[in-house]
């Protein structure tokens, strides 16, 4: 699935100015509480290509454990590619009409209660005014049912033709998509999850973990997206990294890695925006991320921005900002940015610090990018006009740091990884209840 955001990890510089110290250490209370139940048969959903349209990808496919819970690829192929991360190509016989125009988010510690904004863009969000307690750019009657934005955000990959549920009129459920079927008796939910009730392991997985589906109501596609948000909380909860065992007084970090984090937290004003016990401010800032790909655009629409945030709200003011990602495990879910321009860190890092100058020295050779034939890429790269209007917009104040401070920072950044986290609690199934195969 998509966040779309996920949220691609970025590194941002916003101001020279000293913020506040390290955060206090992660806790229990700070997650959202599960039904194990639910737990065991989210972990094969996510794994199943049974809720894709065309019954070939899986919520694993782009996040998968090997790659950070993301792809390793700045832009993904999603419908129409085969094969997994980096060597996922287009299908000759089934070519995808584009990339994913964003790079796919990782999945760590969104099963804690601060994450209230999900996707690059922000475009779900907890909202306790909105009737259903959620605001979307859908109908507050398609968030009935959800258990907050964890779950609900699962509506947006399924639905989409590019990411989960193939083209137009190659299966049931993108036709019902096209024909703007997408809830109620035969809508694209309701086809998704009949195929899960269809299957005999499913439907006697969720009787055991839903008392109202034991009682005869049948298993509907929330369940399926709850189910999925437990097992997410649960398999990628990462409060274990040499940081956090440093938080806790346990064992404090040294030499390169210490270093890194008074900077971090010092001169370099990293802590500005990346604050908190998981690093991020889950605001919207502009920081001039190169762009390149699709862009963000509505199918009639004829160009390859992406404007952001702005998109969403229709605000002057958040015209090219992103989303604050966590930084947990950053070190395993390269490429960076939005688009994914950096396949490296300290690359990545050196280019915040100052991204008005960088713009114009951007390496097009950092992004991880599959052969595509007849696709553009780099149009908004080599539109002086759109790379004028992002400088412009620019949060960042430029950040004086020598080679040794990035090689510092991004020690620091390394001791944000939990191992356990990134290979995932339950990992990889042996198999899942439909038969179809596995994207290991």
């Known amino acids: 699935m998509r966040a779309p955001a996920l949220l691609a990890f970025v590194l941002l510089l916003p101001s020279p100015t000293p913020a506040a110290g390290p955060p206090p250490p992660v806790t229990d209370e700070m997650y959202r509480q599960v039904n194990p139940a639910l737990v065991d048969v989210g972990h094969l959903l996510f794994w199943d290509p049974i809720l894709s349209g065309n019954r070939n990808i899986s919520c694993a496919t782009c996040h998968h454990p090997r790659f950070g819970t993301s792809d390793g690829v700045s832009l993904s192929l999603g419908e129409g590619g085969t094969g997994l991360g980096p060597d996922r190509v287009p299908d000759p016989d089934n070519m995808p009409e584009q990339r994913i125009p964003r790079n796919a988010p990782a999945l760590f510690n969104l099963g804690a209660e601060e994450f209230t904004t999900l996707f690059h863009d922000g475009r779900i969000q907890a909202d306790p005014s909105q009737p259903n307690g959620i605001r979307t750019p859908l109908d507050q009657e398609m968030v009935r049912g959800f258990s907050g934005i964890l779950s609900a955000q699962t509506m947006f990959p399924v639905l989409s033709q590019d ?23 035969g809508g694209a939910w309701d086809l998704i999850a009949a195929r899960v009730r269809a299957i005999p392991d499913y439907q006697q997985a969720f009787e055991a973990a839903l008392p109202e589906v034991a009682a005869g109501r049948p298993v509907a596609f929330t369940d399926i997206s709850n189910a999925i948000a437990d097992f997410i909380t649960v398999e990628w909860r990462s409060d274990d990294s040499a940081f956090d065992r440093h938080l806790r007084g346990e064992a404090a970090l040294q030499d390169a890695a210490l270093a890194g984090m008074e900077l971090f937290y010092g001169e370099a004003g990293c802590s500005t925006c990346h604050s908190g016990p998981f690093l991020t401010d889950h605001d919207f800032h502009a920081m001039g991320v190169p762009q390149f790909g699709p862009g963000k655009a509505e199918r009639f629409e004829n160009h390859a921005r992406d404007e952001g945030r702005f998109r969403v709200t229709g605000r002057e003011e958040d015209r090219y900002a992103f989303l604050t990602p966590s930084l947990r495990n950053v070190a395993k879910t390269a490429p960076y940015g939005h688009t994914g321009s950096h396949r490296d860190l ?21 992004p991880v990018l599959q052969d595509f034939d007849g696709k553009p890429i780099w149009s908004s790269l080599d539109d002086k006009a759109e790379v004028g209007r992002i400088s412009t917009t620019l949060d960042a104040i430029p950040v004086d740091l020598s080679a040794e401070d990035v090689s510092a920072i991004v020690a620091f950044l390394n001791s944000l990884t939990d191992e356990q986290s990134v290979s995932g609690r339950l990992g990889i199934p042996k198999s899942v209840p439909s038969g179809l195969p596995i994207d290991r």
């Open 346 to 366: 300290a690359a990545f890092v050196a280019f915040h610090a100052n991204p008005a100058a960088a713009q114009s020295d951007f390496d097009r050779n950092q």
């Open 163 to 185: 990411e989960m549920a193939g083209h137009y009129g190659e299966n049931e459920v993108s036709k019902a998509i096209r024909s703007g079927r997408l809830t109620g008796i």
